[in-house]
């Protein structure tokens, strides 16, 4: 007599969920530039900044009885639509599921996954030199910080003027390793320290000198099919104001839209677990999923130096 066998319907894991949730990938930096925004719906028009905060038309007064003056804020004319990036692996039951730290493994790999490609998406939004108009140099021969005779402050001092235009201040420089090498000794950033720093040069001193917030190092990795590895951001310098902690409506360069309520997950990250359906393959099936969509949310509030070192 045969016993048919249903295969096991894969569960929520709220634990493995929250981890997902809060696992950061060392040397991605999307996160930093394009914070998370939680949003109600998949897919919505967003806000987007514009000049209104800026123009004083008429007079904020308001006669007794009158009322108040209306006024618009820019929506965008493409939607967000935040799709599921999901990953999934087998964890047989030869290596024991029922050690924790075995689940917690598989999910902190798929989750990498899931941000590595997050980190390309986002370096090429952020390095497309036509997402900001006017606000981009390519830099080529004397002119790259390759060369000692090149002028890496004052290209970065143009970058930041052409954001005060949006009404604030760059706050955030992004370099990728082939970038800083060359900062490190180059002959205008030596002479800076040359009396008063003994160790070698780095991100904070870098900040210092370029009179900005704060230098994050690009130094996320791919590697192609043969395992030849490469920057993620090339060499490209990205300098933008961004909000640490950004709301849907507020002036930030760039946002990550997070669907919050979306099916199996929790704020829009989810581990689901659950049965081979073939009872034979002895294991159970860890997914992670994660529902969200970058976009450019201040153009004006943004600036890429191209091609920075040869």
């Not at 690009?218 to 300098?239: C, R």
Request: hydrophobic share 40%; net charge neutral; proline share 5%.
């Amino acid at each position: 007599m045969s016993t048919l066998v249903t295969p096991q319907v894969g569960h929520l894991d709220a634990a493995l969920s929250n981890f997902s949730k809060g696992f950061r990938q060392n040397g991605l930096i999307a996160d930093a530039l394009c914070p998370r925004v939680g949003v109600p719906r998949q897919g919505d028009k967003y806000y987007v900044w514009g000049r209104e905060g800026q123009q004083i038309k008429g007079t904020t007064l308001r006669a007794p009885g009158a009322p108040a003056a209306r006024k618009r804020i820019s929506l965008s004319t493409n939607p967000y639509f935040c799709q599921s990036h999901a990953q999934a692996c087998e964890l047989p039951d030869e290596s024991g599921v029922e050690v924790p730290s075995l689940r917690q493994g598989r999910v902190q790999f798929l989750t990498g996954l899931i941000l590595l490609e997050k980190e390309v998406n986002c370096a090429s939004m952020l390095t497309n030199a036509a997402s900001f108009g006017g606000n981009t140099v390519a830099l080529a021969g004397a002119t790259q910080f390759s060369d000692p005779a090149s002028d890496p402050i004052g290209v970065v001092e143009d970058a930041k003027n052409a954001i005060l235009g949006s009404g604030v201040q760059a706050n955030t420089m992004t370099i990728t390793p082939p970038v800083l090498r060359a900062l490190k000794k180059h002959p205008a950033i030596v002479e800076r320290f040359k009396y008063v720093q003994a160790g070698a040069i780095g991100l904070v001193e870098l900040a210092s000198v370029f009179n900005i917030e704060r230098v994050l190092l690009a130094a996320g990795v791919t590697a192609d099919d043969a395992g030849a590895p490469s920057f993620i951001w090339g060499k490209d310098i990205f300098i933008g104001y961004v909000q640490d902690t950004a709301g849907d409506m507020d002036l930030s360069v760039a946002k990550t839209f997070v669907w919050e309520g979306a099916p199996g997950t929790i704020g829009g990250i989810g581990t689901v677990i659950g049965r081979h359906p073939d009872p034979t393959a002895k294991s159970e099936i860890v997914g992670v999923d994660f529902y969200y969509d970058q976009k450019i949310t201040a153009a004006e509030a943004g600036y890429v130096i191209k091609a920075a070192v040869a």
